[in-house]
């Protein structure tokens, strides 16, 4: 069993507790001069994605998680599981609905996507921070109107719905920042 | 944020050093003002520090056959070497100078720091802290209110005032339950003998709540520790006896730690001794200690303050930066 020590616990060690993986976002380390030393590991669990602290005595250690990321590109979803693949190897693997729970609502096909494993196990799949896709459904557009500011809701190809600037119109493409859902720019054809 | 391991340039910006170079001077100009002795003691010693939390370095010879004396420690501050400055009939006097710490790492630790640390003979604590207060000022640190010195807490008040209880009043179980009230996680995997000691819980109160507000305006003072905390100070007979023992934090973040110090032989070696056997029980190294210390106060430590003080925290305030790397010319992960 491979264990990490506090003082080698950084920013996206992945760490094994109580049988859940969890990815360490930040490691305070506090002594005073002559006194116990501590380091507070803030970490992400990343099945469910809560964020929580704890408290390690420095020098003590964590057993170290199986999870490593992979960048492969998604083939296809087929109601059930959504089907990658690595581009060197051309090994496919599938990641259920909980894995996909972000990521699901922006991808359509042959992108290329960050997937987080845990023994081998798709547990995260992340979309590309931004994507392009066509906007399938919104109210007709105000011709002129690009100064107001409004914004009304958009259907994606995809499914996903953005807000997007009145002045959009149904078969635009447009550009999306996948982790805050919002609309970036219109994009050329 | 994981680093390359390859990258050749300085952790902080040349910008930083020119100031960190300034801060030199200042320093050096202020004891000279004071007539005060500057010297240079062995960063590698014979004899290591047997501070229950402090680990040395060792460093030894590649050569297996090696003699003892080709085996050292690296220190971790010049404290006994300047005692035994002292005791030969020195009078004042300081000294920068490197200090390794094993396994310190983060955000404001470095595993090699510079220390200032300078004596006193005549002064007590509370005179040697008007003193660090005059050179950090001169050194540019704020004032709180002009005509006002910096805040001083008795370690009593500095609780009082930042944890809401007594310190001295209360036991290891009482600490610890009003730690979990505050919403502090306690460490996992403690052993018995933390759960049971009022010292552990009260360095965690003083590291996770008190220390990290005091100072916030400018630096504060907390004097009077207890006597179970006591280091290298004297302890001052009163009901409960408090070690003559002061640290100064800004922001938060410990700058200094200066002592009233013990000149008694016989008591100095007792807890030298009472360490070295806490760090046997523990698992810990236990390194050599000082025996010429010993030997330096038998023959006659003249009553003085001493204080030691991180220069590289100090830049780090002073320049506003976030991180002690910011102001290492290359910090431990490019050493």
């Avoid at chain 2, 050292?72 to 300081?94: C, D, H, N, V």
Wanted: one cysteine or more; aromatic letters at 10%.
């Amino acid at each position: 069993m491979a264990t990490v020590s506090t003082n080698e616990m950084k920013a996206g060690t992945k760490v094994l507790i109580d049988g859940d993986p969890y990815s360490v976002i930040d490691n305070e380390y506090r002594k005073p001069g002559k006194g116990q030393a501590t380091n507070t590991l803030k970490i992400r669990n990343l099945k469910t994605g809560r964020v929580l602290e704890k408290t390690l005595k420095s020098g003590d250690s964590w057993e170290v998680a199986d999870v490593e990321d992979m960048d492969m590109q998604y083939l296809y979803n087929d109601g059930e599981f959504w089907t990658f693949m690595d581009p060197k190897t051309f090994d496919q693997i599938q990641a259920g609905k909980a894995a996909m729970a972000e990521a699901a609502q922006w991808l359509k096909g042959e992108e290329t996507v960050r997937v987080t494993l845990w023994n081998e196990v798709p547990l995260i799949v992340y979309a590309p921070n931004t994507v392009e896709l066509v906007v399938t459904e919104t109210d007709p557009g105000l011709r002129g109107d690009t100064a107001t500011g409004g914004t009304k809701p958009a259907k994606l190809e995809t499914g996903a719905v953005v807000k997007v600037p009145l002045f959009i119109n149904e078969g635009e493409k447009i550009k999306v920042d996948t982790r805050t859902g919002e609309y970036l720019s219109r994009v050329g054809k | 944020m994981i680093r390359e391991t390859a990258d050749w340039r300085p952790s902080a910006s040349i910008e930083t050093l020119r100031a960190r170079a300034q801060l030199l001077a200042a320093i050096r100009a202020f004891f000279r003002e004071r007539e005060i002795l500057e010297v240079q003691t062995p960063v590698l010693s014979r004899h290591a520090t047997v501070d229950r939390h402090i680990e040395s370095f060792v460093v030894s010879s590649p050569d297996h056959e090696a003699r003892i004396t080709d085996h050292g420690f690296l220190q971790t501050s010049p404290e006994f070497a300047m005692k035994r400055l002292l005791a030969a009939g020195s009078g004042p006097i300081w000294q920068i100078a490197p200090v390794f710490r094993c396994e310190e790492q983060g955000r404001h630790h470095n595993p090699e720091f510079t220390m200032l640390e300078w004596y006193r003979p005549g002064f007590d604590h509370h005179r040697l802290m008007n003193e660090v207060e005059a050179l950090l000022r001169r050194c540019g640190a704020p004032q709180a209110m002009p005509e006002f010195g910096w805040r001083r807490y008795s370690y009593r008040e500095a609780f009082e005032t930042f944890a809401g209880f007594d310190p001295f009043a209360l036991d290891a179980a009482a600490l610890r339950e009003r730690l979990a009230a505050r919403g502090i996680a306690e460490p996992e995997s403690l052993a018995a003998d933390e759960i049971a000691s009022r010292d552990f819980w009260l360095d965690l109160w003083m590291s996770h709540v008190v220390a990290a507000q005091l100072g916030a305006d400018a630096p504060a003072f907390v004097y009077d520790f207890p006597a179970s905390q006591a280091a290298l100070a004297r302890v001052r007979d009163e009901e409960p006896p408090v070690a003559e023992r002061f640290e100064l934090f800004w922001r938060g973040l410990e700058l200094a730690n200066g002592f009233h110090e013990l000149t008694d032989a016989a008591e100095q070696q007792r807890r030298f001794e009472a360490d070295r056997q806490w760090r046997r029980t523990h698992g810990r190294a236990v390194p050599p200690y000082d025996a010429t210390l010993i030997a330096a106060l038998q023959a006659g430590l003249p009553s003085c303050a001493g204080v030691a003080l991180g220069i590289d925290r100090l830049l780090m305030l002073l320049s506003g930066a976030e991180r002690l790397a910011d102001v290492l010319a290359f910090a431990a992960d490019r050493a």
